[in-house]
């Protein structure tokens, strides 16, 4: 009987480590994205918290220093350096920077706000809204030829 209790407080041990570690994977790996508006009203609890941070890059700021790439990120689409609510960004990571990834584009920003108000990066993507179109639809009462049959 001992070596039954035994067993079992190593089974419960073994499991409680598994739990313990999945919950604290989850917890560190969810992070929905906020608006650059959302961060500024954070203030100081923004700071040293993972977060993702959406916004459009701003037209000239991207200054690439090396494997440093630094640029401004804002919130409204079209507005050139008059938006007010704007966000210094430092990426500094491993991966290339996607191709997507120039002015005026849409990006996700993920890393850690500093004191001092810039953003350290440790990932970025980009979106180009004019590369995901839908794909023409036939009008309808057309028939088909024999090419768009066999697609």
């Known amino acids: 009987m001992n070596t039954y209790w035994k067993f079992g407080a ?11 570690l ?5 917890t560190e790996s969810k992070t929905y ?17 993972r977060l993702r941070v959406n916004g459009y890059v701003e037209q000239g ?13 804002h919130q409204t689409p ?3 350096q008059k938006d007010p609510v704007r966000l210094a960004v ?5 991966d290339p920077l996607p191709d997507t990834f120039k002015d ?17 990066a440790s990932k970025v993507q980009a979106k ?12 309808t009462g057309a028939t088909p030829t024999i090419n768009q049959a066999r697609s």
Not at 10 to 18: K, Y
């Open 104 to 120: 005026n584009a849409q990006a996700l920003a993920d890393g850690k706000l500093d004191q001092d108000g810039v953003f350290h």
């Open 90 to 94: 430092v990426y500094n990571g491993i």
């Open 10 to 20: 190593i089974v419960v041990v073994i499991i409680g480590v598994l739990a313990w």
């Open 22 to 26: 999945a919950l604290g994977g989850v």
């Open 128 to 139: 180009c809204a004019s590369k995901y179109e839908a794909k023409p639809q036939m009008k």
């Open 61 to 73: 700021s991207i200054v690439r220093d090396g494997s440093k790439v630094s640029f401004i990120m």
């Open 33 to 49: 994205y906020k608006e650059i508006k959302e961060v500024t009203q954070m203030g100081d609890r923004a700071q040293g918290q």
């Open 78 to 80: 079209g507005v050139l």
